[in-house]
């Protein structure tokens, strides 16, 4: 079965310091990678996903299929990227149900 | 327009009693998805819809847990005979089409205490 692992429940550090979210998966296929992000009260959203080869809010991520590695990175942390960060990834089998890791909280401090 | 919507927000059930939660998709989407968000265990997956079949429910933890989908539209999880367990973010998504690469569009949830 396939599984996602996000070794960090917490990554703290200071605004303008460069951001790694570590993400990786086990799956023998070709999934469908994506990072979402949940800020303070509010709702689960769509950070980006690897498909699309996107920088949203100056993050970006790389699939790395020799390491079976998606990290999230960021080269300057900003205050408001504080927030729950998950990976999440879907079977490139049809449908689109996402098996998601169990989360990184991120604290940017000024 | 309007995201998903989920009812209640907040519920609160003594142990042994039945829940229903709704969901409310996104008008014209057709898959539908219920995740349950618990302390420790992360974002689980508990069923899928399209339109109102439903392909894959093998995340339902067990068979006290039931869900249907009517008119290609909203979706009732209900949860019988509830246990501590339970408690947890219920979470409804929906995508447009349900293909591997769809973005899933979320509800703000429903928490459910098992008192």
């Known amino acids: 079965a396939q599984r996602v692992t996000q070794p960090e429940k917490l990554l703290s550090v200071f605004k303008g310091a460069p951001v790694e979210l570590k993400c990786n998966y086990s799956?023998?296929?070709?999934?469908?990678l994506f990072w979402y992000v949940q800020y303070s009260r509010q709702r689960l959203q769509l950070l980006l996903r690897?498909?699309s080869r996107e920088s949203i809010k100056g993050f970006t991520a790389d699939l790395n299929k020799g390491e079976t590695s998606f990290h999230l990175k960021k080269p300057f942390a900003q205050e408001e990227d504080s927030a729950m960060y998950y990976c999440?990834?879907?079977?490139?089998?049809?449908?689109?149900?996402?098996?998601f890791g169990k989360g990184t909280m991120l604290l940017v401090s000024p | 327009g309007a995201g998903v919507s989920q009812s209640p927000s907040n519920k609160v059930t003594e142990k042994g009693k039945d829940v229903e939660l709704r969901c409310d998709p996104i008008?014209?989407?057709?898959?539908l998805y219920w995740y349950r968000q618990s302390l420790g265990q992360g974002l689980e997956f508990l069923i899928y819809?399209?339109?109102?079949?439903?392909?894959?429910k093998s995340g339902l933890p067990s068979d006290r847990f039931s869900a249907e989908r009517t008119g290609g539209s909203v979706s009732t999880l209900t949860i019988q005979r509830t246990q501590q367990e339970d408690s947890a973010v219920y979470l409804c998504?929906?995508?447009?089409?349900?293909?591997?690469?769809?973005?899933?569009?979320f509800g703000p949830g429903t928490r459910l205490t098992v008192l």
């Open positions: 008008s014209g989407h057709t898959a």
């Open positions: 799956y023998s296929g070709s999934p469908e």
């Open positions: 690897h498909i």
């Open positions: 998504a929906s995508s447009l089409s349900g293909g591997s690469g769809d973005t899933q569009y």
């Open positions: 819809f399209q339109g109102n079949s439903a392909p894959d």
């Open positions: 999440a990834l879907s079977l490139n089998s049809g449908y689109s149900t996402l098996t």
